[in-house]
């Protein structure tokens, strides 16, 4: 059973770069028949997909939010891993990585997710 | 970006009622589209995906519908853990967006 786990600061003053990582387990990021995305959720508030990335880096971004968005994958990690540069308080969510099928384009399995709040 | 309008925003309903949650998407997105279900303080877990297939190990009271651009999920007997918060998923077109959700309630 693939499992993964978001990790990094939940802390992060304004202006700054929130740097998250997720480590999947029970399975490769570099699986060719998988993205690896970001999605998140303010509080109280619906869902927003940031993006995902390919295990040979190749990534696709919300285009809201692609000129401050990084994605990577490490495979030494097994991980890969979202930076969002120049944040504010509209940037206070809970931050998920998930599994995306590549064929079905199916969200099939999630982190159980890391607040990250933007204050100084 | 593709629009995705869910009905209701919230619902209360008793155990063993047949329920119908509601999502439109502002274009044409042919089957793709899947729902997902949350409840407090976990993540969304995937429940139907191209528009009316179930995910493995989902039960069979749950199914999904499409007509044009208006999808449905259907409870046929509400169980006591389906009161959640129901979202729907559009992966058409990038960026990928998701309905406002319905929160289901028990009454």
């Known amino acids: 059973q693939v499992q993964l786990q978001e990790s990094g600061p939940g802390l992060v003053k304004p202006s700054e770069t929130l740097s998250l990582s997720c480590t999947v387990s029970g399975g490769s990021v570099t699986s060719e028949s998988y993205h690896w995305s970001w999605i998140r959720q303010p509080p109280g508030k619906g869902l927003e997909w940031i993006g995902d990335v390919y295990y040979s880096g190749s990534t696709e971004y919300n285009p809201s939010l692609k000129s401050r968005v990084t994605m990577s994958v490490d495979t030494s990690k097994n991980q890969f891993s979202l930076k969002l540069s120049s944040v504010n308080a509209a940037d206070t969510a809970v931050y998920y990585c998930a599994r995306e099928d590549v064929v079905a384009a199916t969200l099939d399995f999630w982190g159980q997710g890391i607040l990250v709040t933007v204050s100084s | 970006d593709i629009q995705m309008t869910q009905s209701p925003s919230s619902l209360s309903a008793s155990v063993g009622d047949r329920v119908t949650l509601t999502c439109h998407a502002s274009h044409d997105i042919n089957n793709f589209l899947n729902w997902y279900q949350q409840k407090p303080g976990k993540a969304p877990k995937l429940l139907i995906y191209?528009?009316?297939s179930l995910e493995t190990g989902v039960p069979s009271r749950f199914s999904g519908s499409r007509s044009g651009t208006d999808f449905t999920v259907t409870i046929s007997s509400l169980q006591p853990e389906d009161f959640a918060t129901y979202f729907c998923q559009q992966h058409s077109t990038f960026p990928y967006t998701f309905g406002q959700g319905t929160k289901l309630e028990i009454k």
């Open positions: 191209g528009a009316s």
